[in-house]
């Protein structure tokens, strides 16, 4: 008894491929969503967070209130920081592979139809640089790092951590202004440091997680299936 299951009509699997497509672009909204999402709640603890230590500035005379409140909320903002950056790159790690899939999707309409390929804006291949350089990424450019929302918090926060360090510093030596303000900004320039190679790192290995299986094809060569 021959059990092998018929092959689908080309009519079904383009409609599959159709509500696949759909499927990933939502789940694309859906990451871009909580990343802004995210990004807003970090960014109104942050604001909260200064608020709230001014009105105590001024109702104590940058007197001992403001200083319990500085040494919790700043060091809690900072935490908040830590976990917002590393959900926003779980995040762009999926919303890149959710751009991996539509891309198969993309190397299957051309397969279907090889004259479609001038129509089409992004590339219709699988490959992570292939389809982060459609869209102006460079994944082998440091300066890239710089211009993501990642690195929005990686410096927000370690102006926190300089911020916290200094003022710690202060209570310890309170006439000792200079070293408080040299040892704050060494703490801003520990943090960024360790969380920007936490947002390279993260960033790579998510890159090379995700396995080509349709290599880019260049424009003036023809597609074999």
């Known amino acids: 008894m021959d059990d092998a299951r018929p092959a689908a009509d080309p009519q079904s699997i383009l409609l599959f491929m159709t509500t696949e497509h759909f499927t990933l672009q939502t789940a694309r909204g859906i990451v871009n969503a ?13 604001s909260g967070t200064i608020i709230t230590l001014a009105l105590a500035a001024q109702l104590s005379a940058m007197g ?11 060091p809690t903002v900072y935490f908040l920081g830590v976990v917002t950056l590393v959900r926003i790159l779980q995040a762009s790690d999926e ?11 993309r190397h299957y309409y051309v397969e279907l139809a090889p004259e479609m390929r001038p129509y089409f804006v992004m590339p219709a291949t699988d490959d992570a640089g292939a389809n982060l350089a459609a869209i102006g990424i460079r994944t082998r450019a440091w300066w890239q790092r710089l211009l993501t929302a990642g690195m929005l918090i990686v410096v927000i926060d370690s102006i926190v951590a300089g911020a916290f360090v200094g003022l710690l510093l202060s209570i310890v030596q309170p006439r000792g202004t200079a070293v ?10 520990v943090s960024l440091v360790v969380l920007y190679w936490l947002q390279h790192r993260m960033f790579t290995r ?8 349709f290599p880019e094809v ?8």
Do not use: K
């Open 34 to 46: 909580e990343i802004t999402s995210r990004l807003q709640l970090f960014v109104s603890s942050l």
């Open 206 to 213: 998510a890159v090379a997680s995700l396995s080509t299986v």
């Open 95 to 105: 919303w890149q592979r959710y751009g991996q899939g539509m891309g198969r999707i």
């Open 64 to 74: 001992s209130s403001f200083w319990t409140f500085a040494l919790i909320l700043l």
């Open 218 to 225: 260049p424009r003036n060569e023809p597609t074999t299936t």
């Open 180 to 189: 408080s303000v040299t040892c704050g900004v060494a703490g801003f320039v």
